[in-house]
């Protein structure tokens, strides 16, 4: 059962512009993660969220986790060609954890 | 972060035979691991949850006679395919969380081809 909502699902950009990757479910989570995957390899730990109203920066990432601990987002800045690539998030929720379908994106240079 | 090790990173097997892919945690006690498999281009299914020392819970639709979970000690789970088929070829993928799974960490997937 997919119980986070991600959108958008594809995202085809230029080098330079902005973007924001949504994760939303009616479920409270203990934490929530955000992965990066390329392809054929497993996905790779990008941040770990946990408190509500969280804001944590990578870099040119910045991701905050909503204040009810049922959302979050995923802001790029000045994308580049290397951001290209899968995003998931990934909430943990009863001892278990669940992913958002992904958002793949293409940085065009 | 943690490193989990998954082995074999590729396999390429016989219709009828069996595969065994191992999940390894390497600088933490993993008492849960997750199995996933992934399709082209989309994201993660779970197949599976397993806790140390007790059987694995499958996901609605999975067979856990044709992926048979093992998770003996706190840092090795293993999945066996069995009686593999073409359709079963996909990139299968572990991850290993420490008590609570507030987070976790991926092996970095095996891509099984059965021919």
Redesign the interface.
């Known amino acids: 059962t997919q119980l986070l909502e991600q959108s958008p699902q594809f995202l085809s950009i230029q080098e330079g512009e902005n973007l924001t990757v949504y994760c939303n479910s009616s479920s409270v989570f203990s934490s929530l993660q955000w992965y990066r995957q390329e392809p054929g390899e497993g996905p790779v730990l990008l941040v770990t969220v946990v408190t509500g109203g969280e804001v944590k920066k990578l870099k040119r990432l910045t991701f905050q986790f909503g204040d009810a601990r049922k959302d979050s987002s995923l802001h790029i800045t000045a994308a580049q060609p290397g951001d290209t690539g899968l995003y998931l998030c990934a909430g943990a929720l009863n001892n278990d954890m669940r992913f958002g379908a992904g958002t793949r994106l293409t940085v065009k240079p | 972060?943690a490193v989990?090790s998954?082995h074999p990173s590729r396999v390429i097997c016989k219709s009828g035979t069996s595969v065994k892919i191992e999940c390894r945690s390497l600088d933490f006690q993993a008492t849960?691991m997750?199995w996933y498999r992934q399709f082209p281009?989309?994201?993660?299914m779970?197949m599976a949850?397993s806790n140390e020392g007790s059987k694995a819970t499958y996901e609605q639709g999975v067979e856990k006679d044709k992926f048979l979970i093992n998770h003996a000690s706190l840092t090795l789970s293993t999945l066996t395919v069995t009686s593999a088929h073409p359709e079963d070829s996909s990139?299968y993928?572990c991850?290993a969380?420490d008590r609570?799974?507030?987070?976790?960490?991926?092996?970095?997937?095996t891509?099984l081809t059965v021919v």
Not at chain 2, 41 to 44: F, I, M, T, V
Not at chain 2, 100 to 109: D, E, L, P, S, T
Request: net charge positive.
């Open positions: 972060g989990v998954q849960t997750f281009k989309q994201s993660l779970l949850t990139f993928i991850s969380s609570g799974v507030r987070k976790a960490f991926f092996g970095q997937g891509r």
